[in-house]
């Protein structure tokens, strides 16, 4: 009884029920095979993230973006500016409180460094619908190399909690084929 | 202080009852239900706010009432009543003297401060921050300080459960060694001080910070040392509440576990393999490489889990063994059929550890895989998730116990039968709601913690699928079920504390001990076995289609 002493004074040399044994193998090789998922995923799977990243300071980042943006706009909706970038480029994205700036357009299927970091507090980057969610933090360079496989038009949701105006920060993003 | 310990006996049991520790169970159990009633209505506010045609609260409110939403349950309700258990599973369960029950009088009161003093800094305004209080975004110094001072008061309290432990062996209060749920609150209490440490290593400079004495604090060594008190809490809580499982299974069933061995050796996982699980708060944040992810997400592979997977087995299947021993043989369902689904004590119990498993269980496994991460971080599939953790599961299971501890401590008899029969049924369907429900908007990826899912306020536009709105609707239901299955406890709960007649020999349980089974080979649980067979179908083929998920989003390197 479990709210009384065990009745074998010594419980660790009790007998195991077969059944006990069983489960308890079968739980622990499932652990391993989805240890090992994640392993294989970084071998054999297309969707994963870098981990590259470079403490900078957010000055620097900001500058960079300006320069993108500077080089590459096309147009400006909302007074933000639709900054399409040669494919393989480094493309930078600020997130800010309550802002994610500039728009990027991209082309389909070509690959891009995404530089991705905050000015103030954390952000959370959901694009949408795609739903790839990344967290941004002040002073992190976030780096990763991404290739858009759907053309249309996506949504930049932020989804970490950065105050009042949390809901109300939301980017855009173009992917041309 | 021994010599003014005051016993009584208790009938159901025979067990000496330390008084002290009776009236400390009692004011630790009456402070977590208080909480529990101030964040459960936070919560309906939160739940009535997301629904999109009813969209309560302004924004403001709707942060601050998520924030107290998350501290009130999250943080006091769950360890005020962790604290009652670990006084009920050491004293009480050990015949013993409670040791320092001033101490834990200290502990308590500390805790009472804190719990208040952080409610008024988030009340004020000016601490919005969510429980998690993510750096750099600042609070309100006292905001911190609460937080501080109730950790103090759970450090003493745990202690105060550990001093028990020597004083019982010392005064030999029972004989070999200490009983399973005892076991199962010892791996809670020595998780629970590594918890606290790191809580500790992390609030008090960030005090500090919000009081301008520190100039910076790193967001992401925040984060990390955050998560190792924020996710730790979460195995002190498994723990607790599969000690509360073995417990109700024992006293409602007199049911004994099949190996004592194998239900140890699952609780000690659970301390050997805590590892950093904030990894998996982490896993897609910049900068920490994926071999400290995947190694610390899975616990150094997937060990803790399989002590959850092992008591997901031993639990419901020391309940068919004393089932199938008084004669409920027939098929393979008659033992779970003929349970006494009418107890709320034993009903809370089953529902608890079905939608943990099945709901709460699963989901986090896939969730917290290094890449499957990346479709659903900081979605409405983590709050679904761990409503399936932290209220199908722990607040469940505590609701359950609740109902032994009031004729068993509170020494009265359960005020309007009827609707405590009820309760735990009300309050499942709810939170499975609430949990499904957010998981699936979630994998339509709408946000969490976030006041407005049509962006009216916003420059520039997106819309959500029509499907994601639905989901929302049908979560506003389900959170006023949830509420009404809050209120039905609550209810309850006071009634009988207060005007609940005084029990008699009569009227308590029965304890109606198993002794056992006969010899490990003969134990026969098919039913058991069918159960965690589709449980682990569930799980193979829930975690191998968010894969496919993953594959079909934008490759990533
Ligand atoms: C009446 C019952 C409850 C309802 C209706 C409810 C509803 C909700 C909703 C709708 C959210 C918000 C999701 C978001 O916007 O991100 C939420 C968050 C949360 N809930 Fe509950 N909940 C209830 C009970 C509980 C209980 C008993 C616990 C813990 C034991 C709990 C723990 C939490 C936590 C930790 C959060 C996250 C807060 C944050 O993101 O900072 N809830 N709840
Ligand atoms: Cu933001
Ligand atoms: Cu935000």
């Not at chain 1, 320069?67 to 706009?73: F, I, P, R, T, V």
């Not at chain 1, 970038?85 to 728009?103: E, F, K, M, N, T």
């Not at chain 2, 984060?223 to 024992?250: C, D, F, L, P, R």
């Amino acid at each position: 009884m479990a709210v009384v002493p065990p009745t074998e004074r010594i419980w660790w040399k009790e007998r195991i029920a077969k059944v006990e044994i069983m489960w308890v193998a079968i739980a622990f090789l499932w652990g391993l095979v989805m240890f090992f998922m994640m392993i294989y995923w970084h071998g054999a799977g297309k969707q994963n993230i870098s981990n590259e990243a470079y403490r900078t300071d957010p000055a620097v980042f900001a500058q960079k973006a300006q320069a993108m943006a500077e080089q590459y706009k096309v147009r400006e909706e909302a007074g933000i500016p639709v900054v399409h970038p040669p494919p393989g480029s480094d493309v930078y994205l600020i997130a800010r409180l309550w802002q994610w700036w500039p728009i990027l357009e991209l082309e389909k299927d070509k690959a891009y460094r995404l530089h991705l970091m905050s000015m103030d507090w954390q952000h959370g980057f959901s694009a949408q619908p795609v739903n790839l969610n990344l967290q941004i933090h002040p002073n992190y360079d976030m780096v990763l190399t991404v290739t858009p496989d759907q053309a249309g038009e996506f949504g930049i949701i932020c989804n970490e909690y950065c105050g009042i105006g949390h809901h109300t920060m939301v980017g855009r993003l173009y992917v041309k084929e | 202080m021994a010599t003014a310990t005051q016993f009584r006996t208790c009938p159901t049991t025979g067990l000496r009852v330390d008084l002290k520790a009776e009236n400390l169970i009692k004011a630790n159990a009456v402070a977590a239900v208080i909480f529990l009633a101030v964040g459960g209505f936070f919560g309906l506010l939160v739940g009535l706010t997301r629904w999109p045609a009813v969209h309560l609260l302004p924004a403001d409110w709707f942060y601050l009432a998520l924030t107290a939403h998350g501290l009130d349950v999250l943080i006091v309700w769950i360890i005020f009543f962790e604290m009652a258990i670990l006084y009920f599973a050491s004293a009480i369960l050990l015949n013993s003297r409670l040791a320092g029950p001033r101490w834990a009088w200290l502990g308590f009161g500390l805790m009472v401060v804190g719990a208040v003093v952080v409610n008024i800094a988030v009340l004020q305004g000016g601490s919005t921050v969510m429980f998690t209080s993510y750096v750099p975004m600042k609070a309100a110094p006292h905001f911190y300080l609460g937080i501080i001072l109730f950790a103090v008061g759970a450090l003493i309290g745990c202690f105060v459960f550990f001093g028990t432990l020597v004083v019982a062996k010392e005064e030999r209060t029972y004989q070999g060694s200490i009983p399973l749920v005892t076991f199962g609150a010892l791996t809670a209490a020595i998780i629970a001080v590594f918890t606290i440490a790191s809580g500790a290593i992390i609030l008090i400079p960030t005090l500090l910070w919000s009081m301008g004495l520190i100039s910076h604090i790193d967001s992401l060594m925040y984060k990390t040392i955050w998560w190792a008190m924020g996710h730790s809490s979460q195995q002190v809580n498994v723990s607790a509440h599969v000690a509360v499982w073995y417990a109700i299974a024992a006293i409602v069933l007199g049911a004994r576990t099949l190996s004592e061995k194998v239900s140890r050796t699952a609780f000690l996982l659970y301390i050997l393999f805590l590892q950093l699980a904030s990894a998996h708060h982490l896993l897609v944040e910049p900068g920490i490489s994926s071999e400290w992810k995947i190694f610390n997400t899975s616990y150094a592979m997937y060990l803790a889990v399989l002590g959850s997977m092992i008591h997901g087995m031993t639990v419901p299947g020391s309940i068919e063994a004393a089932q199938r021993h008084r004669g409920l043989n027939r098929g393979l369902f008659e033992w779970l059929r003929k349970a006494p689904w009418g107890n709320p004590a034993f009903s809370g119990m089953f529902l608890s550890l079905i939608m943990f498993g099945f709901i709460g269980g699963i989901s986090g496994v896939v969730m917290g895989t290094e890449q499957l991460n990346i479709i659903m971080h900081n979605t409405l599939y983590t709050p679904g998730h761990f409503h399936g953790t932290v209220v199908a599961g722990t607040t469940l299971a505590f609701m359950a116990i609740t109902y032994l501890i009031i004729p068993l401590i509170f020494r009265r008899e359960l005020v309007m039968k009827k609707i405590a029969q009820w309760q735990p049924y009300v309050f499942s369907i709810g939170v499975a709601g609430l949990s499904l429900f957010m998981m699936g908007a979630g994998t339509l990826g709408v946000s969490r913690r976030h006041w407005d899912m049509t962006f009216a306020d916003a420059a520039l536009k997106f819309d959500y699928p029509e499907a994601a709105f639905l989901m929302m609707g049908l979560n506003g239901l389900s959170a006023i079920l949830a509420a009404l299955g809050g209120i039905m406890y609550i209810a309850v709960v006071v009634g009988s504390v207060l005007f609940g007649k005084r029990t008699t020999e009569q009227s308590l349980p029965k304890l109606n001990v198993i002794a056992s089974y006969g010899s490990a080979d003969s134990v026969k649980v098919p039913g058991t076995v069918v159960m965690v067979a589709v449980f682990f179908t569930a799980f193979v083929l829930y975690y191998f289609i968010n894969w496919k998920y993953l594959s079909e989003i934008w490759p990533l390197s």
